[in-house]
C-alpha cells in the first residue's frame, strides 16, 4: 500500500473511527528521522513515508518486513519461509548501503554490514520512519541509500492492555501481551511476543522457526522541562536453514541457526531556554549467531561433505549528543557529536574492534512558511579507513493555495568496509592471503532527487512523483587472486536512476483506492564488463483497496508486481523471474466495550491468496498461499 507522504496526510482507515476520517486526514506527520529533531512532513525535502501503529494492526502484519513491501523504492527480499534472513534495498542500494535504526540506535551487523528483517518483531513499535535517499550527513556511515528508523511506543493516558492469539498455515501460531499508560510523571510500554511456524520443506523436517521477543519504554517527565527515556529489545530465533549449496541448491536435513538480538537505549532531553534544546543519548547492542550443520552422506554439486559449526558475537556502542538553537520561527541550528565503539569476535579466527568519532553540523531555515532550506555536513573519522566528509542540501517549496509542494535534495554519501571486510583472516591455511584488506576504502557515492507531491478535492486525492539518481563509486566486491584465492577490494562502480510514482484516492471516508509505481534502472561496472544491479527490479507495482462499511468492520486487498532481476552472470538461470502476489484480509470487531473489556476484535490475514510460486532471492521458494486468523482483546 501507498504509504502516506504528502501534505496533511496520516488518513489511514481505522476500525471504529470512520465517523473521524475527514479529521485524520487534515493531520500532518512530525518526523524525527529526517533532521534528527521534531519536524512536520510538510517542511521536509527528503522522500519520507511513515508508517503508523494504527497501519500495522489495521492491515494484521504478523513482521515488519510485511509492512515495508508497499512502500515506493524500496525492495524487502526473503530467503524462503517465516524466520529466514531478510534484507532490505532502497532505490537500488544494496542491504549494505541502508541504514537502520531502533530508538536511533545503529543495529546493523558489525561484521556483516547488513541488517536481518527477521531478527525484528512487531512488539511495541510505534511507527516506522523511512527516509529514501542520502542520509550520511546526519547518520554517518551506511546511509547511502536511505535509512530504515524503528521507534519504540510511548505510554500516555490511564493503564492499558492487550492480548492476541492467532494460528495458521504452516502450524503457525503467534501469541502477544502488551501493556503501556501513564501514572503522573512515569510513562511506561511492555510487551512480548512468541511465534511459531513449520515451514513448507516437508521433504524433511527441517524447515521451521520460532522467535521469543520482548520490548519496552520507561519514561520521566521531570518538572525542569526535561524528559528521561529508557527502551530495550530482546529477541532469541531458532531457524532451520535447509538449503545447504547454491546453484542448483542443495537440500540440508540439518542445518540450524540461533541467533540472539538485544539493545538498550538511554536518552535524556532538556529544554535549556526557549530557543536552546540539547539530548544526551547512549545505547548498546548484542547480537550473538550460532550456526551447526551436520555432514551430509554425498552432496550432488559439493560432492563429499563435512560438518561446520560457527559462532558470531558481535557488540556496538554508541555515545551521541546534540544541541539545538532555535532563532524565533526562522532558523534552526543542530550540532552534533558521536562516538561509536564496534567489536566482533568469530570464534577461533576473529576479534576486531573498530573506534570511529563523528562531529555533524546541520541548519533548516524557514522562510514566509513556504520555503524550506535545509543543509548540513558531517565528518567522520575510524581507526580503520581514516576521515570522511559528507554534505547534504535539501529544498521544500509549498503553493499551499494549490495544496502543491515541490521538493529536492543533493547529498554525498558512504559506506564504511566492515571488521569482515577489513580482518577476515585466510582459512586455507596459509594458501591464501587473508580475505580482509586493511588497505580498503570506504564506498562513497553522489545522490540527487527532485519530486512533487499534490493534493486535490479536499486531500481525497493525494499524488506523488520522485525522480532519482545515485551513483556509486570504490564498491567493496570480492576480486579473484591467483591461483584459487580471493580478497576484498575497491573495484567497481554502479549507477541507479529511477521513478517513484504514487497516488491516493479516497472517494468517500469509508473508502480508500491506492497505486504506486517504481522504475529502477541500473549498471554496474566491475572494470571488466558492465551489467545490471544484481537483485533489483526494474519494474514495481503495488495497489490495494481498503473498505471500512461499517465502524464494526475493516477489510482489505493488497496486490504487489515485480519484474524480472538479474541474478548474476555465472549462475545457470541469470534472472530471478518475475512475479505477482494478492494479500487480503480484515478485521471485524465481536464486543464493544463492556466493563474492562476495551474490545474483542476478529482478524484474518491471508498472503499470497493465489498461490503464486516464487522466489524473492533465486532458489529460495517464497511462501504459497498462508493465513493467519486470531482474536485480539484490549482493556483499558
Known amino acids: 500500500m501507498v504509504r502516506m507522504q504528502w501534505i496533511g496526510l496520516l488518513a489511514v482507515p481505522m476500525l471504529a473511527q470512520a465517523v473521524l476520517a475527514q479529521e485524520v486526514k487534515k493531520l500532518e506527520p512530525v518526523v524525527i528521522t529526517a533532521t534528527k529533531v521534531e519536524a512536520p512532513q510538510e517542511r521536509l525535502g527528503a522522500s519520507v513515508t511513515v508508517i503508523t501503529e494504527d497501519e500495522l494492526q489495521s492491515y494484521n502484519y504478523d513482521r515488519i518486513e510485511d509492512a515495508l513491501r508497499s512502500v515506493p523504492g524500496v525492495e524487502v527480499q526473503r530467503s524462503g519461509t517465516l524466520g529466514k534472513a531478510t534484507s532490505v534495498r532502497i532505490r537500488g542500494a544494496n542491504p549494505n548501503q541502508v541504514q537502520v535504526l531502533i530508538d536511533g540506535m545503529r543495529v546493523k551487523s558489525p561484521t556483516l554490514g547488513q541488517f536481518d528483517f527477521s531478527d525484528l518483531s512487531l512488539d511495541d513499535v510505534e511507527r516506522i520512519e523511512i527516509i529514501r535517499g542520502p542520509q550520511s550527513t546526519l547518520h554517518g556511515a551506511d ?145 550473538n549467531q550460532g550456526f551447526q550443520d551436520g555432514p551430509l552422506p554425498v552432496s550432488p554439486v559439493f560432492g563429499p561433505d563435512f560438518a561446520f559449526n560457527s559462532q558470531v558475537n558481535t557488540r556496538r556502542r554508541e555515545f551521541e549528543l546534540l544541541s539545538t538553537w532555535h532563532l524565533g520561527r526562522v532558523n534552526s541550528v543542530t550540532l552534533g557529536l558521536e562516538h561509536r565503539n564496534e ?5 577461533g579466527t576473529l576479534r576486531e574492534e573498530i573506534n570511529t568519532r563523528s562531529l555533524f553540523l546541520q541548519d533548516e531555515l524557514r522562510l514566509l512558511d ?76 553522489k545522490s540527487w ?20 539518481r545515485n551513483t556509486f563509486r570504490d564498491l567493496i566486491s570480492i576480486v579473484s587472486l591467483p591461483p584459487f584465492c580471493a580478497q576484498a577490494g575497491n573495484v567497481g562502480k554502479a549507477r541507479t536512476e529511477g521513478l517513484e510514482f504514487s497516488t491516493e484516492f479516497e472517494p468517500l471516508d469509508w ?79 465481536l464486543l464493544q466495550r463492556s466493563g474492562i473489556l476495551d474490545g474483542l476484535d476478529f482478524t484474518l490475514r491471508v498472503q499470497n491468496l493465489t498461490d503464486e510460486n516464487y522466489a524473492e532471492v533465486l532458489g529460495f521458494r517464497a511462501l504459497g498461499f498462508s493465513a493467519l486468523a486470531g482474536l485480539r482483546a484490549s482493556f483499558r
Open 511 to 589: 473508502l480508500l483506492f491506492n497505486v504506486n509505481y517504481t522504475f529502477t534502472d541500473t549498471e554496474t561496472d566491475d572494470g571488466l564488463m558492465r551489467l545490471e544491479v544484481p537483485r533489483v527490479a526494474r519494474h514495481r507495482w503495488n495497489a490495494g483497496v481498503t473498505v471500512t462499511p461499517v465502524p464494526r468492520l475493516s477489510f482489505f486487498v493488497q496486490s504487489y508486481v515485480v519484474s524480472r532481476q538479474f541474478e548474476t552472470s555465472v549462475t545457470p538461470s541469470r534472472h530471478n523471474p518475475g512475479y505477482h502476489r494478492i494479500d487480503a484480509g480484515g478485521t471485524w470487531r
Open 343 to 347: 567489536r566482533g569476535r568469530i570464534r
Open 370 to 445: 513556504r520555503l524550506f532550506l535545509g543543509g548540513g555536513v558531517r565528518f567522520e573519522d575510524s581507526d580503520a579507513f581514516g576521515g570522511e566528509w559528507t554534505p547534504r542540501l535539501s529544498l521544500a517549496f509549498l503553493l499551499k493555495e494549490t495544496g502543491t509542494k515541490l521538493r529536492g535534495g543533493y547529498g554525498k554519501g558512504f559506506r564504511a568496509p566492515t571488521i569482515n571486510d577489513l580482518f577476515f583472516p585466510d582459512l586455507t591455511g596459509g594458501f591464501c592471503p587473508p580475505f580482509g584488506n586493511v588497505n580498503l576504502q570506504p564506498e562513497r557515492s
Open 449 to 468: 532527487e527532485a519530486g512533487a507531491d499534490q493534493t486535490l478535492w479536499e486531500h481525497r486525492v493525494r499524488l506523488g512523483f520522485t525522480y532519482f
Open 143 to 287: 546511509a547511502i541509500g536511505g535509512v530504515i528508523h524503528l521507534i519504540t511506543k510511548k505510554g500516555t493516558g490511564p493503564p492499558a492492555g492487550a492480548l492476541s492469539v492467532e494460528g495458521g498455515s504452516h502450524q503457525t501460531f503467534r501469541e502477544q501481551a502488551a501493556t503501556s499508560g501513564a501514572l503522573g510523571r512515569l510513562n511506561f510500554s511492555l510487551s512480548g511476543s512468541r511465534v511459531d511456524s513449520r515451514g513448507q520443506e516437508r521433504t524433511f523436517n527441517n524447515d521451521d522457526a520460532d522467535q521469543t521477543a520482548f520490548a519496552s519504554r520507561f519514561g520521566f517527565d521531570f518538572p525542569w522541562n526535561a524528559t528521561a527515556t529508557a527502551t530495550g529489545r530482546y529477541a532469541k530465533s531458532t531457524t532451520d536453514v535447509p538449503n545447504q549449496g547454491f546453484f542448483p541448491f542443495d537440500r540440508d536435513p540439518d542445518s540450524q541457526q540461533q541467533t540472539e538480538f538485544s539493545l538498550f537505549t538511554l536518552r535524556y532531553d532538556q529544554k535549556v531556554l526557549p530557543w536552546w534544546a540539547v539530548a544526551a543519548r547512549m545505547g548498546q547492542l548484542w547480537n
